[in-house]
């Protein structure tokens, strides 16, 4: 390995990551105190991130999105495989948080550069243990994410509005949805001119409470329609595919691990982001279990992409629209904030407001409408990200990475090792442990195979059953984009109009979904 590439890789960075900009960084002093913190062994900063809000705010990062998706991906994997894949998710992206965090340490322990500030953990991670290449490579599949989480959220929060429009309305405003999303970047995009969100790390908390808040909610509402509606409720016919879509939306769900090693770098004892772990993860599936058994047992195949609007009881829809809308608007403003500064970096961007910022800042949110309005759906876009960059930052990585630097912290302790060297796989196989060995490769080859056939299944997805024309060409072709589908609920039994209510007004009109 060529020292000087790894000597111009170590140099310090202007910027930031996705949530803390460098002037905050000036805080956060090293202690070395004791022969602990001088060797790297509990490395700790004096200010910083305590582990329980840590493990809240990786909650705050990941619950939202992927949770109004969930009970879709219950029934579309049949309640029982559902309910298994889910926990197995669980316990895979559990263990791929764990040896991230881990392998942090192992960083801190092994490269004292790292004990201080670190514009892309993630990517030094690749970096010293596949070599500068990798690092390139998941700098992408990050950038890819972040980019692709935006325009879901945007999607989600235009769609919730929209819907929360018709229902105050009571279906009088007929407003073209593609509008929507025009409006709501258009009030986002001063908020992305800040530098960075690094005086609103309570946001994310504030998210994680939206969301609790909304699974009660949801729960609640799905307690009022079940007599109503479970004896109507069937499931959808068995396809394959119905699996492979679920497996992206459970994935998306339990996948925000691309920010996780720079929210541990801030925290004050980086070591103790097991616990944060262990703590968010328990939480996440204890929001996610209830919503996706009660969206099964009450609403069966009358659910589409979100469980909040088969809510019938309006007053709970709507509170749980406005929860969840928070929630993304929230999570867009940190998303946006380390897209940004990428771009700005590569045209030599100054770190001063000023017009080269609002240019390029504003090129982005362009992009991001661009995509939004090109996919206007954000189900298989969903299931699309789920299959394909977070199995990367998710689960391949994760563990790829653990593993080899793993077994070069391993050799390091036997024998004299040149700090730069790039372990071969033969070594890696003699180094690191065998338990983690089987575990990582477990991971890597359910990962490989489940990604590629989420990936090709939201694909079909997006271009046959769920395609809907890109909102720039509708106009054109005299299609309807309002998606004014005759109400704001999406009502029970097959045909989708079964309530509890005097009348049918408030359903929407009956459109396949999972055939």
Known sequence: ?????????????????????ESSRTSIVTTTTDEENMRGDKFQHQHGLHWIITGLFVVGDMAGGGLVALPTAVIQSQFWPGIIISFIMCLATAYTAYALGESWVIMQKRWPEYREHCRKPYAEMGARSLGPRIKAVVSGCIDANQFGTAVVYLLLSAKNIHDSIKAFSGGSVNLNFCFVILILAAFLLPVTFLKSPQDFWWAVVLAMVTTTVAVILICIGGGIDYHTCSPHSELPEFRITNYFLALGTFLFSYGGHAAFPTIQHDMRKPYEFRKSVVLAFTILQTLYLPVGIIGYLTYGDSLRESVINAIQTVWIQQAINILITVHCILTLTI?????????EEVFNVPQHFGVKRVVVRTGMMVAVVFVAESLPTFGPLLDLMGGSTLTLTSLIFPCLFYVYLQAGHEKAK??????????????????????????????????????????????????????????????????????????????????????WHQTTESCMEYKPFFN
């Open 1 to 21: 390995m060529d020292n000087q590439a790894f000597a111009a890789m170590d140099a310090k960075k202007k910027g930031s990551g996705p949530y803390f900009t």
């Open 414 to 499: 036997g024998e004299k090792c040149v700090p730069d060297e790039i372990l071969s796989p033969r070594q890696v196989l003699a180094y690191a442990p065998k338990r983690t060995i089987i575990i990582c490769a477990a991971i890597i080859v359910f990962a490989t195979i489940g990604g590629g056939a989420a990936t090709f299944s939201a694909i079909r997805e997006l271009s046959t059953t769920q395609f809907q024309y890109p909102c720039y060409v509708a106009p054109f072709l005299h299609v309807d984009m309002s998606n004014n589908e005759g109400g704001h609920t999406t009502c029970c039994g097959r045909w989708s109009n079964v309530t």
């Open 335 to 343: 998303v946006f904030n380390p897209l940004n500064q990428e771009v």
